[in-house]
């Protein structure tokens, strides 16, 4: 998936082993990826911060429910948007809104169908823009993948040890 994005391949991390995602401290998160997971790398921060929302799926999800369940990740729905293309301008610089490139995904999630009103209107309360775009994004992708037209990245995607599939869908 990262090939597709460009510079915004950033955006995507690894998720480390299903051992490490287990672990509630963030350097014995660490320690078991390196021991566990295949590259053997340590946890970004922004990944752990991720680990509880990840157990929570972990712990419900069956191959059964992969009828109704998928990944999907924002920058490949972007790329997908956009004529399968990188978005040219960063959603963030430093960790700060970066206001061209928010507007560069409205602007094209508004060629896409969505109410530039809507796009525009003050999120909610801890909520950033980026999010609100990003769950636009995410929303055609799930209309893509009731009708069909969604892919797997990758295509010929693995199984993990509980036997369910690991890919993004766009």
């Given at each position: 998936m990262r090939q597709?994005?460009?510079q915004r391949q950033s955006s995507?991390?690894?998720?480390?082993s299903r051992a490490a995602v287990y672990m509630a401290d963030y350097l014995e998160a660490c320690t078991v990826?390196?021991?566990?997971?295949d590259p053997p790398k340590k946890v970004s921060k922004q990944c752990f911060y991720l680990f509880p929302k990840i157990r929570e799926i972990d712990a419900v999800?069956?191959?059964?429910l992969e009828e109704r369940i998928f990944e999907v990740h924002p920058e490949l729905a972007f790329w997908r948007l956009n004529g399968e293309a990188p978005m040219s301008l960063p959603?963030?610089?430093?960790?700060r809104p970066n206001g061209p490139g928010l507007d560069q995904r409205r602007d094209l999630l508004v060629s896409h169908g969505f109410d530039k009103t809507f796009l525009d209107q003050a999120p909610p309360r801890g909520v950033g823009r980026d999010d609100l775009l990003d769950a636009a994004a995410?929303?055609?992708i799930a209309s893509r993948i009731a009708g069909g037209t969604a892919e797997p990245f990758?295509?010929?995607y693995c199984r993990d040890g509980k036997g369910l599939r690991m890919a993004i869908w766009a």
């Amino acid at each position: 998936m990262r090939q597709h994005l460009g510079q915004r391949q950033s955006s995507v991390f690894a998720v480390p082993s299903r051992a490490a995602v287990y672990m509630a401290d963030y350097l014995e998160a660490c320690t078991v990826a390196q021991e566990t997971s295949d590259p053997p790398k340590k946890v970004s921060k922004q990944c752990f911060y991720l680990f509880p929302k990840i157990r929570e799926i972990d712990a419900v999800m069956t191959v059964d429910l992969e009828e109704r369940i998928f990944e999907v990740h924002p920058e490949l729905a972007f790329w997908r948007l956009n004529g399968e293309a990188p978005m040219s301008l960063p959603k963030k610089i430093k960790s700060r809104p970066n206001g061209p490139g928010l507007d560069q995904r409205r602007d094209l999630l508004v060629s896409h169908g969505f109410d530039k009103t809507f796009l525009d209107q003050a999120p909610p309360r801890g909520v950033g823009r980026d999010d609100l775009l990003d769950a636009a994004a995410n929303c055609l992708i799930a209309s893509r993948i009731a009708g069909g037209t969604a892919e797997p990245f990758p295509a010929d995607y693995c199984r993990d040890g509980k036997g369910l599939r690991m890919a993004i869908w766009a």
